[in-house]
């Protein structure tokens, strides 16, 4: 009486019984790579949504020149107009999916605009860090003046003398104030400094 074949098939040339030790190690090894396949996948896809999404804040010329698909700009127009949070939603979602569209060139190019966005708003942002802390210094230290003219050699120093002058004066609380606790007041010639140093720096 002949024996019945056993069940099961080749991997690499090695036949793997159906049941046997191996059989169960091959396809829960095969099982852990499909999970994690998905996962992958899921991360990928909330990555580029999110990238769709960070779209939506960039700069209109940084927009024009990256050239995107007319479905994914008309995509991004219509989200910036849904004010409903499921509408929202699903919006982002479909561009999520336009997104995966997008070949890898195309990809690159849209983090490169963000990154370009980024860096120049820090640098506005250190722009005016360091404007306000001119302003401050040239209020409070009789030295700032003549270190911002030594630096500054174009600026107006009439005008800015006068300006902190002015500046100086309205941040002198009164009696009824100091009792309260009041902080120093700011008025149009704190501002007029601001700007003034601003756009010096900004000029150069």
């Known amino acids: ?27 829960a090894e095969l ?15 909330a990555e580029l949504q999110k990238l769709g999404e960070s779209l939506l804040t960039l700069r209109a010329e ?3 020149r990256l050239q995107l ?4 700009l008309e995509a991004l127009d219509q989200v910036r107009r849904i004010t409903d949070f499921e509408g929202r939603r699903r919006q982002m979602q479909y561009i ?14 849209v983090r490169e605009a963000l990154d370009t966005q980024r860096q120049g708003s820090a640098r506005e942002s250190l722009a005016l860090h360091e404007a306000e802390q001119w302003r401050d210094d ?13 630096q500054h050699p174009g ?9 902190i002058r002015q500046a100086r004066k309205d941040r002198q609380p009164n009696q009824d104030e100091i009792s309260r606790g009041m902080v120093p007041r700011h008025g149009r010639a704190f501002r007029e400094i601001f700007q003034l140093v601003k756009e010096q720096l900004q000029d150069e």
Do not use: C, H
Not at 34 to 44: A, G, M, V
Not at 155 to 163: E, N, P, V, Y
């Open 1 to 27: 009486m002949s024996r019945k074949p056993k069940k099961g098939y080749f991997v690499r040339g090695q036949f793997v019984a159906e049941g046997s030790e191996l059989d169960l190690q091959l396809k």
């Open 31 to 45: 099982k852990n790579f499909q999970e994690n396949s998905k996962t992958e996948l899921k991360r990928e896809s």
């Open 62 to 64: 940084l927009l024009d």
């Open 69 to 72: 698909p007319e479905k994914l």
């Open 96 to 109: 999520g999916k336009l997104m995966r569209g997008l070949d890898e060139e195309m990809l690159v190019a």
């Open 138 to 150: 040239l209020i409070e230290k009789d030295d700032a003046l003549q270190r911002w003219l030594d």
């Open 155 to 163: 600026t107006d120093s009439q005008q800015l003398r006068a300006l």
